[in-house]
């Protein structure tokens, strides 16, 4: 089972569509999705570095990892409105880290808002899809894909995530495939 962890207070509308789209994809390789209680922001306070004004996504995984192995998930993905960045990084959509079993994703730069646009939900839940498929992709052995339409290709920029499909590419999705032992 592929869990979802909503950390902190987080719009329903995109988690919902996360959920729904993650568990359709990943039903083909018997995984089902769970969506767990929300989880406070606050004990990841020390993730938090007030210069930045960001919170350091490493810290999120190892709490995310414990969720999991208490509830017997095979992966889990935190979904946060908070800002996340990485040493030597300006920001982070997301992370994954595949031993821990754990990955995370923020909203918070995937909304159109945060570049000057109108809010726009469709577009928010697309690219919330996207970065989810992509972090879980990580947690599930894949590296990053050279082929720009293929949701494992790394994104420099926004515009990079809006061009990109929410799906594998064949070869990424082979992969994915012999990595979960599974015959497609």
């Known amino acids: 089972m592929i ?28 995984l089902s999705t769970g ?13 938090f570095n007030p210069i930045r004004r960001q919170y350091l996504g490493r810290v999120f995984l190892p709490t995310l990892a414990n969720l999991r192995k208490r509830a017997g998930g095979t992966a889990i993905l935190g979904v946060t409105e908070v800002d996340l960045y990485e040493e030597g990084l300006n920001f982070i959509l997301g992370l994954a880290n595949p031993s821990l079993g754990a990955a995370v994703i923020s909203l918070h730069r995937l909304r159109p808002e945060f570049y000057g646009k109108g809010p726009d939900e469709e577009l928010l839940k697309e690219r919330a899809v996207k970065e ?9 052995g894949l590296g990053h894909c050279p082929n720009p339409r293929c949701v494992m290709h790394f994104s420099n920029s ?5 061009f990109k499909s929410p799906l594998y590419c064949p070869v990424c999705e082979e992969k994915l495939a012999k990595n979960l032992g599974v015959l497609v």
Do not use: Q
């Open 158 to 162: 926004i515009r990079d995530t809006d």
């Open 132 to 140: 989810a498929m992509h972090e879980l992709g990580h947690v599930f």
């Open 35 to 47: 969506m767990l209680p929300e989880i406070p922001v606050e004990p990841f306070s020390r993730a």
């Open 3 to 30: 869990l979802i962890a909503p950390i902190g207070e987080v719009d329903e509308t995109p988690l919902k569509r996360v959920a729904d789209f993650v568990g359709a994809y990943y039903s083909r390789f018997g």
